[in-house]
């Protein structure tokens, strides 16, 4: 059988594909493996009580239950939902915003595709766009979104070395190029792979920039401010007429309501809603359904700020510990934990690359994931992409303190 471009660049293996393949393989019974790959959120026992209860009024609801299951909601999305958003954004954050500026998609990847592909590529004057990512290493997900080859420009960071332990990269300012031929500019906040969170200065200078630029600046939020707010350090959440924000369910414990969520200038949420006609003719309506109520009662910040945030920052030094004493007997370090619940580990001295070091470890059944595929858009190599990975500490603590060691073991005889 014959196949397009567009079948042909979804056929080879992404790094995205590989990890959610790894997740996939990793939940199929009878298997002994340690997933500390992907970045599904951990079932915390009181937010689910929350999303419990909500999913019991909504059944004791019918007609509630079968508007939710049972009819298609706007392009836009649930507009209970969008109506208690831009209400809570605007109250809590003074956000000048109102309902035309949220759409909801499947899912955060989705509205990655469609921003990506609706704002770099070929314009109809003859130009060429890009996305530029100021602060590689960046998430994994995005690499592959684009349907135009060589879609994405990226910066290499600064490093501070903090301490013995602890390193952090930062955006360098003063060699960031953004060209006439940069269509957006893109971070995520925290940063995934790293757990680096921009502080509210960085973000004001790029929002500047691209700003004088007359193009968006694009801030993925998944982990971040309002919610679920896995931040550990003092920021504020940002937007402006000229951000657009993307936010989701999944880390508030949702991820299989594949909800995403998309606040942006008015000309942007109108165009997403015509593209959710035609490609998904409607978001799913059962994500809304359950965390309406929450996010109409600000619930949700209380949600995130006593349990999910205190949750994942415990799990977060737990592994530090752990690292500090499995670690032993090679040069590594630990990119300062900002946010999300990743750990961005540098081995300075292995002698094989991050994905064969992945390689080893997969069949040894700890799952991680090779920093090389965080690397994309450079116009130069950098070491870290063959020095790093990154490990999601977010599992029990069992699995986490077994899995270091098994990487601790692997790292060792590599460096012997």
């Not at 009024?57 to 836009?76: H, K, S, T, V």
């Not at 960085?202 to 694009?218: C, D, F, S, W």
């Not at 190599?381 to 098994?406: G, S, T, W, Y």
């Amino acid at each position: 059988m014959k196949f397009s471009k567009f079948a042909d660049k979804f056929a080879n293996q992404s790094g995205i594909g590989m990890l959610m393949d790894d997740l996939g393989n990793a939940l199929q019974p009878g298997q002994q493996v340690y997933m500390l790959g992907g970045g599904n959120p951990t079932p915390i026992p009181a937010v689910r009580q929350f999303f419990h209860k909500n999913m019991q009024d909504l059944l004791q609801d019918g007609d509630a239950f079968d508007r939710a299951i049972g009819n298609y909601d706007p392009p836009q999305g649930n507009p209970r939902f969008i109506k208690a958003l831009s209400t809570l954004l605007k109250n809590q954050f003074g956000w000048d915003i109102s309902e035309k500026n949220i759409a909801l998609t499947h899912g955060s990847q989705q509205a990655f595709f469609i921003l990506f592909n609706m704002l770099a590529g070929p314009y109809p004057d003859g130009n060429r766009k890009k996305i530029l990512f100021p602060l590689a290493p960046e998430y994994i997900g995005y690499c592959d979104v684009g349907l135009e080859p060589d879609l994405f420009e990226s910066a290499l960071p600064s490093i501070e070395i903090q301490d013995e332990l602890f390193f952090k990269y930062h955006i360098n300012f003063d060699t960031l190029n953004v060209g006439d031929n940069i269509g957006a500019i893109c971070v995520s906040r925290p940063t995934n792979p790293t757990g680096n969170v921009l502080t509210d200065e960085e973000v004001k200078k790029l929002a500047q920039i691209a700003k004088e630029k007359q193009i968006p600046l694009i801030i993925d939020n998944a982990y971040g401010k309002p919610f679920p707010d896995i931040i550990y350090t003092d920021v504020n959440p940002h937007w402006d007429s000229n951000t657009i924000v993307c936010m989701s369910l999944s880390k508030l414990g949702l991820p299989g309501t594949r909800t995403g969520i998309v606040i942006g200038p008015e000309d942007v949420i109108d165009r997403i809603t015509r593209m959710n006609t035609v490609l998904t003719l409607s978001p799913g309506g059962v994500g809304t359904a359950i965390a309406a109520n929450i996010i109409e009662d600000g619930q949700v910040l209380e949600i995130s700020e006593q349990f999910i945030k205190p949750f994942y920052e415990q799990k977060k030094d737990f592994a530090i510990e752990c690292a500090k004493q499995y670690f032993t007997g090679f040069d590594f370090a630990i990119h300062q934990p900002e946010g999300s619940f990743f750990l961005w580990v540098w081995f300075k001295d292995l002698p094989v690359s991050s994905h064969e070091f992945y390689q080893r470890l997969k069949k040894r059944g700890v799952i991680v994931v090779s920093g090389s595929y965080f690397f994309f858009g450079l116009n130069q190599p950098h070491p870290h992409q063959d020095q790093c990975l990154r490990i999601n500490h977010a599992q029990d603590r069992e699995v986490v303190e077994k899995a270091f060691q098994i990487i601790a073991e692997e790292a060792r005889h590599l460096c012997s």
